[in-house]
């Protein structure tokens, strides 16, 4: 990022002085930063060649993580942004991600069975804190299908997925900085696997996917198999 030490001043700032809700959305979106940071720092002096290495047909590889991450902000991004919008127009604050539109699903469970998990899963997260989801989502206990719109491209260039990275955070960034409205941290986003999710929630997710898939990069750059620089 440009000015990163400015980025993280002014919100360890808002931090410190902000009310309270705000205060959440503030320490998420500093934690977000510091684990994209991570990444970026991880990314950055791979060769292409390395970038694009893969053990196996099934793994991917550094730069198909990283194009995911990218497709992961944006899904997360959006439904940000829906709650904001009905925040600052008086409407409901519960939106409902439709299972389709996210569809993660561990490996074995066919994907036409998953609709009828729907409601039962609703249910069961309800009473599933949201440290209890994140630690799931964090730590691979088991292998999980990923989202159709979060499929990553193969072959995309490193300099332009490092510069999507800096970029998505920037937007996240931009839409949670500044004016907000007073009831911003009320609205949920109610999912069947990720329970019910507020703003600040939301970022907790993206951070704790994003540890996940530095695992995952971590692993590939132990392969004795993997390219030297």
Same mark, same amino acid.
């Given at each position: 990022?440009?000015?990163?030490?400015?980025?993280?001043?002014?919100?360890?700032?808002?931090?410190?002085?902000?009310?309270?809700?705000?205060?959440?959305?503030?320490?998420?979106?500093?934690?977000?930063?510091?684990?994209?940071?991570?990444?970026? %720092?991880?990314? *950055?002096? #791979? +060769?292409?060649?390395?970038?694009?290495? @893969?053990?196996?047909? !099934?793994?991917?590889? &550094?730069?198909?993580?990283?194009?995911?991450?990218?497709?992961?902000?944006?899904?997360?991004?959006?439904?940000?942004?829906?709650?904001?919008?009905?925040?600052?127009?008086?409407?409901?604050?519960?939106?409902?991600?439709?299972?389709?539109?996210?569809?993660?699903?561990?490996?074995?469970?066919?994907?036409?069975?998953?609709?009828?998990?729907?409601?039962?899963?609703?249910?069961?997260?309800?009473?599933?804190?949201?440290?209890?989801?994140?630690?799931?989502?964090?730590?691979?206990?088991?292998?999980?299908?990923?989202?159709?719109?979060?499929?990553? %491209?193969?072959? *995309?260039? #490193? +300099?332009?997925?490092?510069?999507?990275? @800096?970029?998505?955070? !920037?937007?996240?960034? &931009?839409?949670?900085?500044?004016?907000?409205?007073?009831?911003?941290?009320?609205?949920?986003?109610?999912?069947?696997?990720?329970?019910?999710?507020?703003?600040?929630?939301?970022?907790?997710?993206?951070?704790?996917?994003?540890?996940?898939?530095?695992?995952?990069?971590?692993?590939?750059?132990?392969?004795?198999?993997?390219?030297?620089?």
């Amino acid at each position: 990022f440009q000015a990163e030490d400015g980025i993280r001043d002014k919100l360890v700032t808002g931090v410190q002085t902000c009310a309270l809700p705000i205060c959440r959305i503030a320490r998420s979106l500093d934690a977000f930063r510091n684990v994209r940071m991570e990444t970026l %720092e991880t990314a *950055r002096p #791979l +060769t292409a060649e390395q970038a694009s290495f @893969r053990p196996d047909r !099934e793994s991917w590889s &550094l730069a198909q993580n990283l194009d995911h991450l990218i497709r992961i902000d944006g899904i997360y991004r959006e439904h940000i942004q829906k709650l904001l919008d009905l925040a600052r127009e008086g409407k409901r604050l519960t939106i409902v991600m439709p299972w389709g539109e996210s569809d993660p699903r561990p490996q074995f469970v066919p994907s036409m069975v998953m609709p009828m998990l729907e409601l039962p899963f609703t249910m069961m997260n309800m009473f599933v804190p949201s440290m209890v989801r994140e630690t799931f989502l964090r730590f691979p206990v088991m292998k999980a299908k990923s989202p159709k719109r979060a499929e990553p %491209e193969s072959g *995309r260039d #490193l +300099t332009e997925l490092l510069s999507g990275l @800096r970029t998505s955070f !920037e937007t996240t960034r &931009l839409l949670l900085e500044g004016l907000l409205p007073a009831n911003a941290e009320r609205g949920a986003l109610i999912h069947a696997v990720f329970g019910r999710n507020t703003s600040p929630d939301i970022l907790g997710l993206m951070t704790t996917h994003e540890r996940r898939h530095q695992a995952q990069m971590a692993a590939l750059l132990r392969d004795p198999r993997f390219p030297k620089s």
